[in-house]
């Protein structure tokens, strides 16, 4: 069956970086689009972005535009969010998820994502 599973989640103070990994086993991975959302307590889960199979064309929410990267290395089945200048207020359970459907398509629609990993916790302190 299909497993995401993240890691490298963990504590950081505000300024710093973090890069956390969601490693995918049984699905043909390259023709999987990639997405990270995020929810923090007592709040509904947010879009941060995406990445596409090929990993040429990445989407990203405006609140981590510009700080935060997604990557994938389609030989380990393995994609990536680097964060970087983190802010408190991007404190909450990170997870990724799988959708077969074009990017273009999906945006930032979870229903339409049909994998996803159990999460990690990232907390920035001020």
């Known amino acids: 069956q299909v497993q995401l599973v993240e890691s490298g989640g963990g504590s950081v103070q505000a300024g710093g970086s973090l890069r956390v990994s969601c490693a995918a086993a049984g699905l043909t991975f390259s023709i999987y689009g990639m997405g990270w959302f995020r929810q923090a307590p007592g709040k509904e889960r947010e879009f941060v972005g995406a990445?596409?199979?090929?990993?040429?064309?990445?989407y990203y929410a405006d609140s981590v535009k510009g700080r935060f990267t997604i990557s994938r290395d389609n030989a380990k089945n393995t994609v990536y969010l680097q964060m970087n200048s983190l802010k408190p207020e991007d404190t909450a359970v990170y997870y990724c998820?799988?959708?077969?459907?074009?990017?273009?398509?999906?945006?930032?629609?979870?229903?339409?994502?049909?994998?996803w990993g159990q999460g990690t916790q990232v907390t920035v302190s001020s």
């Open positions: 998820a799988a959708t077969p459907l074009p990017l273009v398509r999906v945006g930032a629609r979870a229903g339409e994502y049909d994998y």
């Open positions: 990445i596409d199979g090929r990993g040429l064309t990445a």
